[in-house]
């Protein structure tokens, strides 16, 4: 009620005639609002523009390359930089395929992991545990790829592949001799590389759960293996997805360990046993040999299609999530 | 009728509970237990949360437990159904019985424990990515049972038990989270119905509903109490006063003092029971 009867040409909020603390502090000041906003936004910007300048860039340089081929690029296999053609299909395929088979492996083992490191494992053995996963993810890609050479492949030669190919032998994936280096020691030195990002980040997701929830399913006489896939499991399936996409956006891109074992052979065939080729790799290998204006615009191409079948990717992974709340939604409404 | 009655804060205690709201319970002969815990005692690591608490709970009753935050309260339901252990580094001294059996012994798996002792919580918990009547049957369906006869008929009895029915039978494909507050508290206990327990525990029911959802669920432990034993946790005096018929009053883990609610509330043999009901502290 003193404002009702304080002079009406006092400002609002001066000073009240005792000594305040008023008195003495500060005006709020605007001008940190301001320049915290225009800060942040100018930071935002700056992530958006180079996304679109690593665009425009791979676009200019490539352009004298779609002029030539055109859509021949994407859907022809010849990779033939002496008589000067190009086709980016069996890169495409492999690409593609390694990381297909590295999502195969890295995803069961990576979320297993990740439940049994919140749900199951004895509190002395999680940090540690968790630490030598993370330091998997700090070993140079470089590093993974010569024990890919040296010991992995030797022994997936020497045991699960033979094994694969006396019991799987009959079907196309698995026929043909054993080399060593091919599509699938490929997909499986991608799984090694992004499995500590698919467990941290499902682990982060798997944390989130509200023990509440799990309550619900104990309270109910869940064993520890139902309480998981009904309360937390479920609960998290949304955030586990983004979990396999931010894995599935490294294992596209990957390129050192999985040029080291994939076999760098540009073909396009059924058996996983035989040698293969993805876009990074071709770009890893080639970069310095392009001797030509069109051989370099041709690896400029490649490199648009590595990123746009990233952003692809993406997108439909943004979209798949949308429509299965608005699944859920329109059940709502029904 | 039901007796929930909406008591306002400047009525005295006394006021409250002369209300010819419960039966005298003490003129009745000794009722069937069917809970018995001796001296149970239980750490969460070093820290000792309840200490040598006995108490015997009858069946067909609402058994009310209460005290001020921290008191043990909650820690004494949860190891009604062995919940308790679901927090690392527990330790539990002492034995609960229920209807005779040891609730601890080795050979008893607590899986088991949990479906005979069914368990509702501070807030409502449904799954959010299950249907209404998912979410009743789940527990059926953890527990085997696939027959879609015998599942329907559960799912209707459960919610009608739980005074659901009525309000959702026609949205049963919506979902569980789709309702308010109070809608998807008695949904978890339609939930935790439908397993047919023998007991249930409720760790402050409606301590996130407001007055009207929490008089719905008052009104329906009411009715529970026919079929089933029913201990509850609450912070609310009134509540306590309004739908128990015995009350437990704890204080830093112990228990001070155990009875029929009317005499807890009228004439306390205990000090500190009377100071806490008067709302000297707490």
């Known amino acids: 009620m003193e404002v009702a009867t304080a002079p009406a040409s006092k400002a609002f909020g001066a000073p009240g005639e005792p000594a305040s603390a008023r008195q003495v502090m500060a005006r709020p000041s605007r001008f940190g609002d301001k320049a915290f906003e225009w800060l942040t936004c100018a930071m935002a910007l700056t992530v958006v523009v180079l996304v679109i300048l690593t665009g425009w860039e791979l676009w200019i340089g490539s352009v004298g390359a779609i002029k030539k081929f055109g859509f021949h690029f994407l859907v022809t296999s010849t990779w033939d930089p002496v008589a000067d053609q190009f086709g980016a299909l069996p890169f495409i395929y492999g690409t593609l395929v390694s990381s297909l088979i590295a999502l195969l492996i890295a995803v069961p083992l990576g979320i297993a992991t990740a439940a049994y490191l919140t749900e199951l494992a004895p509190l002395w053995i999680r940090q540690p545990l968790v630490s030598l996963i993370e330091m998997l993810a700090a070993i140079p890609s470089v590093i993974l790829g010569l024990w890919g050479i040296f010991v992995m492949i030797p022994w997936l030669r020497d045991y699960p592949f033979a094994w694969l190919k006396r019991f799987f032998g009959w079907t196309p994936l698995f026929s043909g001799s054993i080399y060593g280096p091919c599509m699938l020691a490929g997909g499986i030195i991608i799984a090694v590389m992004i499995l500590p990002i698919i467990v941290s980040v499902s682990r982060e997701i798997l944390r989130s759960v509200p023990d509440l929830q799990r309550e619900a399913a104990y309270g109910l006489g869940a064993t520890r293996w139902e309480a998981t896939r009904i309360a937390v499991l479920s609960y998290a399936k949304k955030g586990l997805f983004g979990a396999v996409i931010l894995g599935l956006g490294r294992a596209l891109g990957e390129t050192m360990a999985v040029t080291m074992v994939i076999g760098n052979t540009p073909q396009i065939v059924a058996s996983l046993f035989q040698p293969g080729y993805t876009l990074a790799s071709v770009l890893a290998n080639e970069f310095t040999e392009a001797t030509t204006d069109i051989y370099l615009q041709a690896l400029f191409e490649i490199g648009l299609v590595l990123f746009g079948i990233t952003i692809l990717v993406n997108l439909l992974a943004q979209l798949l999530l949308r429509t299965i709340s608005t699944t859920s939604a329109t059940r709502a409404v029904q | 009728m039901v007796n929930v009655v909406m008591t306002t804060p400047e009525q005295s205690v006394t006021e409250r509970i002369e209300r010819p709201a419960q039966p005298p319970v003490s003129a009745e002969p000794a009722p069937k237990l069917t809970f018995e815990a001796k001296n149970v005692s239980i750490w969460y690591g070093e820290k000792r949360a309840i200490e040598n608490v006995s108490l015997d709970i009858a069946s067909n009753a609402v058994t009310a437990i209460i005290g001020p935050s921290g008191c043990g309260k909650s820690t004494f339901l949860r190891a009604l159904n062995r919940m308790h252990e679901l927090v690392p580094k527990t330790r539990m001294d002492g034995t609960v019985l229920l209807h005779g059996e040891d609730l601890y ?107 009207i959802a929490t008089a719905k669920i008052e009104e329906l432990i009411h009715e529970l109490k026919a079929k089933y034993t029913i201990v509850t946790v609450t912070h609310n005096m009134q509540q306590a006063g309004r739908i128990s018929d015995y009350t437990a009053f704890m204080y830093l883990g112990r228990l001070i003092e155990f009875g029929p609610t009317t005499k807890i509330f009228t004439n306390p043999t205990e000090k500190q029971t009377e100071d806490y009901i008067t709302g000297r502290f707490g």
Do not use: Y
């Open chain 2, 105 to 211: 012994s080795k050979t008893v798996d607590p899986a088991i424990v949990r479906r005979r002792v069914g368990m509702i919580f501070q807030k409502s918990n449904p799954f959010p990515t299950m249907t209404i009547g998912e979410n009743v049957i789940v527990g059926l369906r953890l527990n085997g049972v696939r027959n879609h006869k015998f599942l329907n008929e559960r799912l209707e009895k459960s919610l009608r038990m739980a005074a659901l029915w009525d309000e959702v039978k026609d949205d049963l494909h919506k979902p569980g989270t789709s309702l308010s507050g109070g809608q998807q508290q008695r949904l978890c206990i339609a939930r935790s119905l439908a397993v047919e327990p023998e007991v249930i525990l409720m760790d402050e029911p409606c301590s996130a509903l407001d007055p």
